[in-house]
């Protein structure tokens, strides 16, 4: 299958600081990249989809001015955590789509955000 | 009504024995079918994908669609303890965010494979 990366895989911050992390496909150009926050013993939770060059959407009740998402390329997708508090702290993983990867959706390993 | 549904488990089977995984969907008009798997700490794996009715193998793994009951499983021949992990169940429907839709997923189902 087809490679997507994330980074960092582990942060640890403190409370009102912002967190950035990097969602790259490695192998393919994804026009659609996928994030999403796992809370433990839960399923996954769709928080927005973004398509390269345009605006993320994001599902209801999930504050886009909390997440940022950008979308600037066809191999990378970033998702800033602004001024996280410690019920921030969760799972994210993003995951990609592409023409070029057979149009399955591939996830990234993850990063684990612990907030203080 | 929830999108997909599955049996959350834990289903737990001796090593060797087939494991049977069962999931159900709303959208009739639903087209693509996806397996995940998790393990404990880890991000969700593609196993399996199916399109059409019918069976589709791969090694171990053979996935069944039934598009009339709205019906997908999973069956792992010759478990293992290392297939020891949550399996997910998606379906690809039209949503907001991508003319290609989004995948709903199931709760998962625990398998534990015991040697």
């Known amino acids: 299958g087809a490679v997507v990366s994330q980074h960092p895989s582990r942060v640890i911050c403190k409370s009102g600081t912002s967190v950035k992390i990097e969602c790259r496909s490695l192998?393919?150009?994804?026009?659609?990249m996928f994030w999403y926050r796992q809370f433990p013993k839960q399923s996954l939770m769709l928080m927005a989809t973004s398509n390269e060059g345009s605006k993320a959407t994001y599902e209801q009740g999930v504050e886009k001015d909390k997440f940022l998402i950008n979308h600037a390329s066809l191999t990378l997708s970033t998702l800033t955590v602004t001024s996280a508090h410690p019920e921030d702290s969760s799972f994210y993983i993003c995951s990609a789509r592409g023409w070029s990867a057979g149009n399955e959706q591939f996830f990234g390993p993850g990063t684990r955000l612990t907030v203080l | 009504q929830k999108e997909v549904e599955q049996n959350s488990g834990p289903l737990s089977v001796p090593e060797g024995a087939i494991a049977s995984l069962n999931c159900t969907y709303s959208d009739r008009g639903s087209q693509s079918f996806f397996w995940y798997r998790q393990y404990s700490g880890k991000s969700p794996e593609l196993i399996m994908s199916i399109y059409s009715n019918g069976d589709k193998e791969d090694g171990r793994f053979t996935a069944q669609l039934n598009k009339a009951s709205q019906y997908v499983s999973l069956l792992i021949r010759d478990s293992q303890p290392s297939d020891s992990a949550t399996y997910l169940c998606a379906v690809n429907k039209k949503g907001r965010g991508s003319t290609l839709g989004r995948l709903y997923f199931g709760r998962g189902t625990q398998l534990t494979v015991w040697p």
């Open positions: 192998d393919f150009q994804a026009t659609t």
